[in-house]
């Protein structure tokens, strides 16, 4: 199966953006949908995002829907979430998640897990 390491998080301004990185090492990463989920203290993790392996096939949450964009590039074993228009209610712990098949929305769906990212995203 494959490992994944994010990169990118960081603090910025309301109204900023970022780029989230998630490399992945291991296996043949195709065969991987792969998804954003994000978390705050005291809450589940939130799904944000997801890609299919192969297919090109994105879906957001509504809350994201138009401001970040996920995409992947399987030749560099690495999945991508830009994040533009960045709000304080965008702050969390950002995790990449994969699991082999078809994409999910469901975070007990996915069984590889990333160390996640810190977002902070001030007033």
């Known amino acids: 199966q494959v490992q994944l390491v994010e990169s990118g998080g960081g603090l910025v301004q309301a109204g900023g953006s970022l780029r989230l990185s998630c490399a992945a090492s291991g296996d043949t990463f195709s065969r991987y949908a792969v998804a954003w989920f994000r978390q705050v203290p005291g809450k589940g993790r939130e799904f944000v995002a997801v890609?299919?392996?192969?297919?090109?096939?994105?879906s957001y949450a509504d809350s994201v829907k138009g401001r970040f964009t996920i995409s992947r590039d399987n030749a560099k074993n690495t999945v991508w979430l830009q994040m533009n228009g960045l709000q304080p209610v965008d702050t969390a712990i950002y995790y990449c998640a994969a699991k082999l098949g078809s994409v999910s929305w469901a975070v007990g769906s996915y069984d590889i897990w990333g160390q996640g990212t810190q977002v902070t995203v001030s007033s």
């Open positions: 890609v299919g392996g192969t297919t090109g096939y994105t």
